[in-house]
């Protein structure tokens, strides 16, 4: 459990300084509204419409939390898999990159999907850091 609140707070503390210091404030404000959400007593589709209206309010801020996230999916998907799995995802990217449609879902996946995971998933505990990694900056 330990492993993981460390590694919560390296991929939060990555994010911070993946952010450009004029944009700091607006990526504590982006966590913090989202914890607000995330503690609200709304229904949960209100939540998600909420959360989503926030993030769109404040796309920027996304921007170094996106790059942090790809860091670490390229880490893990790719970088720790051996030849047979790098295939098949090749593959899969040039199918999804070959239909046309691809970039543009995830690119929106990506905006629709941070602000719901941290709403909703274990992303908590990472606006949490982000916060704390802002105030020490």
């Known amino acids: 459990m330990e492993a993981k609140q460390d590694k919560t707070r390296e991929i939060g503390k990555a994010i911070v300084i993946a952010t450009k210091p004029d944009e700091l404030d607006a990526l504590r404000a982006w966590a913090q509204a989202m914890l607000d959400i995330r503690s609200s007593g709304m229904p949960a589709i209100s939540k998600a419409k909420a959360a989503i209206v926030a993030s769109t309010d404040r796309r920027k801020v996304l921007t170094p939390i996106l790059q942090v996230a790809w ?20 593959a899969a990217v040039t199918a999804l ?18 602000p719901l995971f941290v709403v909703f998933g274990a992303g908590g505990a990472l606006a949490g850091v982000i916060i704390d990694e802002v105030r020490k900056k």
């Open 97 to 114: 990159t070959l239909s046309g449609q691809g970039a543009g879902i995830a690119a929106l996946g990506g905006a629709i999907g941070v």
């Open 71 to 90: 860091q670490e999916l390229k880490r893990v998907g790719w970088k720790e898999r051996g030849l047979p799995a790098r295939m098949a995802m090749g």
